[in-house]
Every structure is written in structure tokens, then in C-alpha cells.
T-cell receptor, first 110, second 114 residues
Framework: GENVEQHPSTLSVQEGDSAVIKCTYS??????FPWYKQELGKRPQLIID?????GEKKDQRIAVTLNKTAKHFSLHITETQPEDSAVYFC?????????FGTGTRLTIIP | NAGVMQNPRHLVRRRGQEARLRCSPM?????VYWYRQLPEEGLKFMVY????????ESGMPKERFSAEFPKEGPSILRIQQVVRGDSAAYFC????????????FGPGTRLTVT
């Protein structure tokens, strides 16, 4: 099955700076890579995703890059704001089944 | 257009009791996934069901856990003889056609075993 590793587990960033979270996956057949934001006690919310036929996708302050050769993908948040503080999860889909990373607790320091 | 519903939102059970968690998918969705999230951890796939069929239960513990998605009514995740280690948030997600990019998560059920 698929295995997803996520780093770092915690990340503190000054407000206005950028944050980068990285994930690697094990199965080259995985073809869909979503990112979720989860606030305390809430459900995971999809914030951005990328398919395996695309190298980069951007949505306002959030971008995701995918390197299929290296089997890794990254989340980039620019101009961070206090409301970006949350736990972020990456995931990889193999045969339509999502395997999640272990999460990154992002704290934005005002 | 209601989203995915889960109930109860919070459930407290004593060790040895049974827990039943319900998931009502979005209208028109016939595929349901259950995930478990232990404290301070990521979501782990448990089971994938279509109406009246279990498609993939590779993430389900071999004992005490079962799931169903009947022709009528919600999907049920059943945990028999609960133990402290079952304390977790259980999320379901529904999908119209079973594709990963169209999974919509419910609010979760937080199970506490005392």
C-alpha cells in the first residue's frame, strides 16, 4: 500500500512570512494529492489539490508543487496570517483510497 | 443542500460497551469512507462502502469493528466491547462516484471510552 511521510511536524512562522510543508509518497502509481487544513475539533477541509499530470497549482496565497520523479509534493503558504494557524495534512490517492500524512501543526506568530 | 451528517457528534462509552456511529452521505452520494483519527495523529483509512457492499476493509481492525451501508438509511460503524484505545475522532466522507478528489468529510464523531 501507499505510505506518506510529512515534515515538519511543527512549524512556527512570523506573520507575513512564508511557510512550506513537505510530503513524500512511496507508490509511483498515486495520482492525486490533496492538502487539508484542520482546526481544533473540526473536520479536515480541502484547501488545494493537484493531479499527477500537473507540476504546480496556485490559489491566491496557497500553492502546491509536485515532483513525480522524486515522489514528493509541497504546500507553500505566502504572506501568512494568524488565521492560517492550524494542523495541515497532505494525502496521496492510490486506487481512489486516500493515505494521509501525520500532520504539521503550523503556528503563525503575530 | 445538506452536507455529510454524522451523529452523534460526541459519544461516551464505558469499557466493554458497544458504540454505534452513523453517517448520512450527501444527497446523491452512494459511496462512503470511514477514517479514524487518534489524538495528535493523522487520519487513517478504515473502510470503503457502496450501498449494500463493502468494497475495501483493509484498514479495519480484525476484531470488534464492523461497518455497513444498507440500501436505506445511514452507514453505521459499529465497535463492540470498546477499549480505551478506541477513543478517537471518527470521520466519514461521502462521494458520488467513489473518486478520491470528490470526497466530502462529515463533522466527525468523537468517541471517548472511560
Amino acid at each position: 500500500g501507499e505510505n506518506v511521510e510529512q515534515h515538519p511536524s511543527t512549524l512556527s512562522v512570523q506573520e507575513g512570512d512564508s511557510a512550506v510543508i513537505k510530503c513524500t509518497y512511496s507508490d509511483s502509481a498515486s495520482n492525486y494529492f490533496p492538502w487539508y487544513k484542520q482546526e481544533l475539533g473540526k473536520r479536515p477541509q480541502l484547501i488545494i489539490d493537484i493531479r499527477s499530470n500537473v507540476g504546480e497549482k496556485k490559489d491566491q496565497r496557497i500553492a502546491v508543487t509536485l515532483n513525480k520523479t522524486a515522489k514528493h509534493f509541497s504546500l507553500h503558504i505566502t504572506e501568512t496570517q494568524p488565521e492560517d494557524s492550524a494542523v495541515y495534512f497532505c494525502a496521496a490517492s492510490l486506487n481512489e483510497k486516500l493515505t494521509f500524512g501525520t500532520g504539521t501543526r503550523l503556528t503563525i506568530i503575530p | 443542500n445538506a452536507g455529510v451528517m454524522q451523529n452523534p457528534r460526541h459519544l461516551v462509552r464505558r469499557r466493554g460497551q458497544e458504540a454505534r456511529l452513523r453517517c448520512s452521505p450527501m444527497k446523491g452520494h452512494s459511496h462512503v469512507y470511514w477514517y479514524r483519527q487518534l489524538p495528535e495523529e493523522g487520519l487513517k483509512f478504515m473502510v470503503y462502502l457502496q450501498k449494500e457492499n463493502i468494497i475495501d476493509e483493509s484498514g479495519m481492525p480484525k476484531e470488534r469493528f464492523s461497518a455497513e451501508f444498507p440500501k436505506e438509511g445511514p452507514s453505521i460503524l459499529r465497535i463492540q466491547q470498546v477499549v480505551r484505545g478506541d477513543s478517537a475522532a471518527y470521520f466519514c466522507a461521502s462521494s458520488p462516484m467513489g473518486l478520491a478528489y470528490e470526497q466530502y468529510f462529515g463533522p466527525g464523531t468523537r468517541l471517548t471510552v472511560t
